[in-house]
């Protein structure tokens, strides 16, 4: 990619190497600690019962560093999500909307999210609670060593992917979605979930077709994010990890589906090119 000059995007939450430390007491525990001991109580039972009021308090060492990180994959990162940014922000406004910008948190290990506990096993992953994209960046190793995947723009795709599910938080998706979860058996709400990740994957394309107008792309740029598509398809992981493909347990639907709806995405660069939801056929 060709990113020189793009500006990076402010909305990035550095969580590299804090933490998050469960179980602290906090000043309410202390509190009770210190009046049972002056009222003749055991403080050991007063921090016992103290821990059940407030469990699993998070203690984080330091405040998460905010705005773009000053080395290069943190830069790189930031300027991905300004490209995404300035992509969905003109996008929106040509349709007489306003794009309200996600936050990118870098991590390593946990995460705390509005959604739950992140961790780096899930991979990347987007929370609607809290409008933010967690990512920890061992998995662009990942990418490149155990999924063979490499290049900047199978990256980038990773992140315009992420972005993408913001999309349809904003655009109403993935309410839909939820409102599904309970309502439909498993199968067809995992059914359901296949066409959201396929439109993911086409947003992640819309955004690409603009990046390339840009000039931000370079030769072999869009085999590198077409292969990273293949190479993370539900068929191609489950049979890494299982050794044969379950279909009905499809969430983000096969390696072929995921290029063909990135391809158009990148083909047309329209958003309204992505209805993964009234197409027959994906
Ligand atoms: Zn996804």
Known sequence: MQLGGQ????NVEDRRGIGVIGGGLGVGGIVIAVIAYFLGFDPTTATQVAEQIAPQRETSQQAPKTGAPA????????????STEDVWTKIFQDS?????????????????????????AMGPFYCPGDEKLYIDLSFFRDLQTRFRAPGDFAQAYVIAHEVGHHVQKLTGTFQKMESARGRVSQSEYNRTSVRMELQADCYAGVWGHHAGAMKQLEAGDAEEALN?????????????????VVPESFTHGSSEQ?????????????????DTFSTGSL
């Open 96 to 120: 007489g909307q306003r794009y309200r910008e996600p936050t990118i948190v870098l991590y390593d290990g946990q995460v705390r999210s509005a959604c739950g506990m992140g961790q780096a």
């Open 7 to 10: 500006r990076s995007s402010g």
């Open 71 to 82: 080395d290069e994959m943190g830069q790189f990162v930031s300027k991905v999500l300004g």
């Open 258 to 274: 995921r290029v063909r709806w990135f391809k158009r995405g990148m083909e047309t660069g329209r958003p309204k090119d992505c």
């Open 228 to 244: 990273a598509a293949t190479a993370i398809g539900d068929d191609r992981l489950q049979k890494q990890s299982q050794g044969r």
